[in-house]
């Protein structure tokens, strides 16, 4: 098994992947996932921009945290991270992680509440509201 030459190789291609370089400030969680998405790919593993981004999913006026599995690409296998149902997308919300499987989303505040946005396999919106816990379909 070449587990441990593939888990070295991605841990270099995360050191030599730009978007790192770019990002010193992610939550350590969100490191741990993408070191470990990255030990799946028996290629070149990178990352595109905007794969961990910074937007207020609360509505509480402070930055969240967003990780969009979407954006990861391998070289050997372009299915890899995401499937049928969507990819997954991990957030970090004043410490508490949660996840969503997703086709694309959007952040939408309306009457002062902010909703994570999506469709559906039905292709009609769907609103997620954070609890403080968890995503909550509304």
Known sequence: MRAVPLVLAALAALAAT????QEPF?????????????????????????TVSQVDLNG????DWL?????FRCSTD???YCGTVGCGVDTLIDGTRGLL???SWEVLTEDGVTYL????DAGETVRFLWSGTEWVLQ
């Open 117 to 120: 946005t999506a469709p559906n």
């Open 60 to 63: 509480d006026g402070t930055q």
């Open 78 to 80: 372009a299915t890899l």
């Open 67 to 71: 990780l969009d599995a979407g954006g």
């Open 26 to 50: 992610w939550p350590p969680e969100f490191n741990t996932l993408i070191t470990e998405s990255a030990g799946y790919c028996e290629g070149d593993f990178s990352l595109v921009d905007g």
């Open 101 to 103: 499987t997703l086709h």
């Open 18 to 21: 730009p978007a790192l370089a």
